[in-house]
């Protein structure tokens, strides 16, 4: 059964850093492009990055330059370093695992978010 937890949440205040974690089990994760979207208060859920699997990224236009995914193939992780963060930055942020082959057409694996706040 798949499996994705976040962790690495919380609140900060505007320019500092956060660093969001996604632990997979249950997928073959090397087949599995991964993603980190993000939903602020009454708004739509929004893609902020994903990284296939042999490592090649793209992020949301407001994030590039200060968000930065990763992942750990070893590992079955994911990661989301977040560096400048502004208080748009605010929302439940959820890890998504969909098959290579599916990307952009499937829903795929979803965590169950974890909570970020940048606030002063």
């Known amino acids: 059964q798949a499996q994705l937890v976040e962790s690495g949440g919380g609140l900060v205040q505007p320019g500092g850093s956060l660093r969001l974690s996604c632990a997979a089990s249950?997928?073959?994760?090397?087949?599995?492009?991964m993603a980190w979207h993000r939903q602020a208060p009454g708004k739509q859920r929004e893609l902020v990055a994903h990284?296939?699997?042999?490592?090649?990224?793209s992020y949301l236009d407001s994030v590039k330059g200060r968000f930065t995914i990763s992942r750990d193939n070893v590992k079955n992780m994911v990661y989301l370093q977040m560096n400048s963060l502004k208080p748009e930055d605010t929302g439940v942020y959820y890890c998504?695992?969909?098959?290579?082959?599916?990307?952009?057409?499937?829903?795929?694996?979803w965590g169950q978010g974890t909570q970020v706040t940048v606030s002063s």
């Open positions: 990284i296939v699997s042999g490592g090649m990224t």
């Open positions: 998504n695992g969909v098959p290579n082959p599916t990307w952009g057409r499937s829903s795929g694996y």
């Open positions: 249950g997928i073959i994760f090397s087949f599995y492009t």
